[in-house]
């Protein structure tokens, strides 16, 4: 399985509208985009471990989208809906990161 995931801060003034622009296009993605197996997203929760200290930056939202093959992760960002939802989500984030994975389930020898 693959992970697109996405940590972000959205811009400190974006408003309202904005907000509802990239959340509807996020779920037009997840609904013309037949290869996302799965979604979430989320905002970020702390609850007092000593590991938050560490952050030196609040990504205040993840987004985390699941493929079956790398092939699935490439026609998800080659598709329009993705454009449109890039689009929109470059001019709306103070900071962000995404990386893409290759995920397997439970503890096999991912470290060695």
Not at 63 to 83: C, N, V
């Amino acid at each position: 399985m693959f992970a697109h995931v996405v940590l972000f801060k959205p811009k400190s003034g974006l408003d309202a509208a904005a907000r509802q622009r990239l959340a509807a296009a996020f779920q037009q993605a997840l609904r013309d985009i037949p290869s996302i197996r799965r979604a979430h997203i989320g905002k970020r929760v702390t609850h007092g471990r000593p590991y938050e200290q560490l952050m030196t930056v609040d990504y205040e939202y993840a987004a985390i989208l699941e493929f079956d093959t790398l092939e699935d992760l490439k026609a998800y960002l080659a598709h329009g809906a993705h454009d449109a939802l890039g689009a929109l989500f470059f001019e709306a984030f103070e900071v962000a990161l995404m990386y893409d994975y290759e995920m397997e389930e439970g503890a096999a020898d991912w470290l060695l």
